[in-house]
Each structure stands twice: as structure tokens, then as C-alpha cells.
């Protein structure tokens, strides 16, 4: 008596040839084989990270007013002081972690109360505010992008505590037809999603400190007349 097998592995082939076809078409190719890049440990920079400030030195960066920052460094942290300060280096699509904290003795309030910003490209903004039951426009808090949108949630810890965003951001580039291919940020605030996928347009505020829409630029941490500190930055390339 014949056997059905090769009848049914025939039909395990086609199926599982179906299903890799189905598995590209939804956007999960299988073509190349992952990286390996060894994960870190509650924030700790992966191996495949540029490390921008590892709480030693700034020399990845320069100052607004002069070429060497200005910033207080003490205790693995680097504290705003004489200006923002601007990485030497451009980046295009980039995942960024990066720690700070608001001044622990609250003065001011709304936006004049722990503010400070990482701006991509030098002209999108990420804000950085106290914003633990410090009421400002909802555009304007802690992980908005600055004037564009919200944060989801705010979660924010209390002034003088760590915080960490992480964030992942592709820029809007410039199309051969004249019009921009529009980028997108997606924020965590202390692990928790906060901006999802919102698009970045290529509008920029008047606070930035670049215009026009370019596949690299550097990123800008603002000195915003606040003492907040950073520590533990790092970032991986995304082109
Ligand atoms: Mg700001």
C-alpha cells in the first residue's frame, strides 16, 4: 500500500513556503540575520553605543559660548552652567538614552521650574521640565514634544530624583520632489510610553536653535537659566 507522506510533506513544504511569503509581506523579513549586540543593564549603554557622556567628560560636546562646556561636572553627573551645549558629531535616525534630574530645592514654577531640553537635529525638542505637580501647558511638560504634542501620561518622578527617557527618533527628510518624508518621535519617560510614534513634520519652535529639514544634525541639551543635571547618555545609530 502506498504511503501518504510524501503527499503531506509536499504539502508542509508549500505551506511553510506560504507562510514565509506571508511572514515578508507583513513586514517581518527574514532575510538577514539579526545583529547581536549585548544588552545592558538598567540603562547601561549596549555594545553597540556611542557613549556621549559617561559622567567623566564632555568632549563629545561644545559649549554655546565656548568651544569647551561650561557644565559642572561632579558625583557622574554634568550639571547646566553658561550656556547649552551641542554635540560635535551630526546624527540621522538614532535611539538615545539619557538621565537627569531637576534641582531637588524647587523655585519657580510652569516653565520656569527645572527647564531644560534635548533638542534632535538642534531643533526638535523633547522637553525637560519638573514637571511633578507643577501645572504649564500640556505642550509644554515633561516629555512634550515642545509645542507640537503631549505627552500621553505624565511620569514624572519628584524633583531631585533620576529620570531617564528613552527615545527613539527618525528625522523627516527632504524628498527629491521638494516635499518632506515626515520623521516620528516614540518616548519613554521612565519606561513608561509617553509619545508613540507621533510624527515629526519638519516645523520647527522659535526656540530651536536650527531650521530647515536635513537627514543629520547634532543634538543640543538647552540651557534654560535651570540647574538640571545629566548623566548616563548614550545612543545607537539607526541609519
Ligand atoms: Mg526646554
Redesign the pocket.
Known amino acids: 500500500m502506498k504511503t501518504p507522506l510524501p503527499c503531506l510533506r509536499r504539502f508542509a513544504l508549500v505551506t511553510n513556503a506560504a507562510l514565509v511569503l506571508a511572514a515578508s509581506a507583513a513586514g517581518n523579513p527574514t532575510a538577514k540575520e539579526p545583529a547581536v549586540v549585548t544588552a545592558g543593564v538598567a540603562g547601561a549603554p549596549p555594545s553597540d553605543a556611542i557613549v556621549l557622556f559617561d559622567g567623566k567628560d564632555l568632549s563629545a560636546w561644545k559649549g554655546d559660548k565656548d568651544p569647551a562646556p561650561g557644565w559642572r561636572i561632579a558625583d557622574g553627573y554634568a550639571e547646566v552652567h553658561g550656556g547649552g551645549i551641542t554635540t560635535k558629531e551630526e546624527f540621522g535616525a538614532i535611539q538615545l538614552h539619557i538621565e537627569w534630574a531637576a534641582p531637588a530645592e524647587v523655585k519657580g514654577d510652569s516653565?520656569g521650574r527645572g527647564?531644560?531640553?534635548v533638542y534632535f537635529q538642534g531643533r526638535y525638542?523633547i522637553?525637560?521640565?519638573d514637571s511633578w505637580k507643577n501645572p504649564t501647558y500640556f505642550n509644554?511638560q515633561a516629555a512634550a514634544f515642545?509645542l507640537h504634542n503631549a505627552p500621553l501620561v505624565n511620569a514624572s518622578r519628584k524633583p531631585g530624583e533620576w529620570q531617564a527617557y528613552d527615545i527613539v527618533f527618525h528625522p523627516p527628510v527632504p524628498g527629491a520632489d521638494g516635499k518632506v518624508a515626515e520623521g516620528s518621535f516614540t518616548v519613554l519617560h521612565n519606561g513608561v510610553l509617553v509619545q508613540d510614534h507621533v510624527p515629526v513634520k519638519g516645523d520647527s519652535t522659535t526656540?530651536a536653535k536650527f531650521s530647515g529639514v536635513t537627514p543629520k544634525g547634532p543634538l543640543f541639551l538647552?540651557d534654560?537659566g535651570n540647574p538640571v543635571r545629566y548623566r548616563n547618555i548614550w545612543l545607537r545609530k539607526l541609519d
Do not use: I
Open positions: 516653565q527647564n531644560s531640553g525638542e522637553q525637560v521640565l509644554g515642545y526656540a538647552q534654560h
